[in-house]
């Protein structure tokens, strides 16, 4: 005997839908690619952190120092926001 399909089968939800029929975002992609990207950033900085301490050349730990001086903002000692603290 042979088998045959359901002439109306029941509807597959294709994702997350937002009112108008559009696709919106989903929560769980947005939350992965931050994780992704905290996770990339943390890492950079590590790495960095632990070549400026321990780079046995003295251009490489300048270099390392001036990169992590870009991605982790600090306050300055002598800057007016450290004041009024």
Do not use: H, W
Not at 5 to 15: D, L, R
Not at 19 to 26: L, Q, R, T
Not at 56 to 83: I, K, N, Q
Request: charged share 20%; aromatic share 2%.
């Amino acid at each position: 005997m042979m088998r045959t399909q359901n002439a109306n089968p029941a509807p597959v939800s294709a994702g997350r839908t937002r009112v108008g029929g559009k696709k919106g975002a989903c929560p769980m992609n947005i939350g992965l690619l931050s994780a992704v990207g905290v996770a990339l950033y943390s890492g950079t900085v590590s790495i960095l952190a632990l070549t400026a301490t321990f780079a046995r050349r003295r251009v490489l730990r300048r270099e390392a120092r001036s990169t992590l001086a870009v991605l982790v903002p600090s306050r300055r000692v002598g800057s007016p926001e450290a004041s009024d603290r």
